[in-house]
């Protein structure tokens, strides 16, 4: 089962649900906001692509967080950060296999074909 960590109201979510029941493959959504983001599943997505990653600083989340929180961002302070606004992580970040997959472009498509 392919797990897709995202938005129930995001649109390349959307779109990453329908593409993969055209697929054949079995996936279920887990919503970040309503189902929830630990520590645990954000470490390993860390570990996995990179804080640099999966932090989204182009949207609105970011934009309307205070400059004090924004200022000087490492590592640490990402973490907290996605932890308490769990929008501030790029979309979809999907679970395949022992994998951890971010996007839904042409090259994640295909990974997640394998």
Do not use: Y
């Not at 697929?23 to 599943?41: F, I, V, Y």
């Not at 860390?46 to 590592?75: F, H, I, M, Q, Y």
């Not at 999907?94 to 996007?103: D, P, T, W, Y």
């Amino acid at each position: 089962m392919i797990i897709v960590h995202g938005l129930k109201n995001c649109d390349t979510c959307r779109k990453a649900m329908k593409w993969l029941v055209a697929e054949g493959k079995e996936a279920r959504l887990h919503d970040l906001r309503a189902d929830g983001l630990d520590a645990d599943m954000l470490e390993r997505w860390v570990d996995a692509l990179g804080w640099e990653a999966l932090l989204n600083r182009r949207g609105t989340t970011w934009r309307k967080l205070p400059d004090s929180e924004t200022a000087d961002v490492d590592e640490t302070k990402a973490r907290a950060l996605m932890l308490a606004h769990p929008a501030l992580i790029k979309r979809p970040v999907f679970e395949a296999g022992g994998k951890i997959i971010l996007g839904f472009k042409d090259e994640q498509q295909a990974a997640l074909k394998a």
